[in-house]
């Protein structure tokens, strides 16, 4: 028998908007249908980026094939940032400083990357965790490759 832990429950928080300007729930409805949602989801999502980026204003959202992520504005992912920050043969107190130069960041951009870790650190580790998995797994089919080639 499954536990109330054993598997996730989404629940919905239902709110009632009401948009003053047609034009934007039109917009909403056209964006949906070309990205095959509904516009409840949409919405969230738009709602949810507008929100961070209002707290953090130097970080963006941009679509790739791994999903929708944060990036600085004009820079890296912030997962990549992070990443950097996290780990490396660099001692802690240096490791900004080698951001910045690694990345070709200003402080304030790296700044910008620490502050949204540490409001979002589960998701931008879930994105450290999954560019990881990916590299290993693409390493691992480089040497498979590499191997046939010496047979």
Do not use: C
Request: net charge negative; aromatic share 6%; hydrophobic share 40%.
């Amino acid at each position: 028998m499954l536990g109330a832990h054993d598997y996730n429950v989404v629940m919905a928080h239902p709110v009632s908007i009401r948009f003053r300007n047609p034009g934007v729930t039109e917009r909403l409805k056209e964006q949906a249908a070309v990205e095959g949602r509904s516009t409840s989801d949409l919405a969230e999502e738009l709602i949810d980026e507008g929100l961070r980026l209002r707290r953090h204003p130097l970080v963006m959202f941009r679509d790739g094939t791994a999903g929708r992520r944060p990036a600085l504005t004009g820079g890296p992912d912030v997962w990549e940032v992070i990443g950097s920050l996290l780990h490396g043969d660099v001692p802690a107190p240096d490791r900004v400083d080698r951001a910045e130069a690694e990345f070709g960041l200003r402080h304030q951009l790296v700044e910008a990357a620490l502050a949204y870790y540490a409001e979002f650190t589960q998701e931008i580790d879930d994105w450290i965790a999954a560019n990881n998995s990916a590299a290993d797994e693409l390493e691992a089919r480089w040497r498979r490759q590499q191997n046939l080639l010496a047979s």
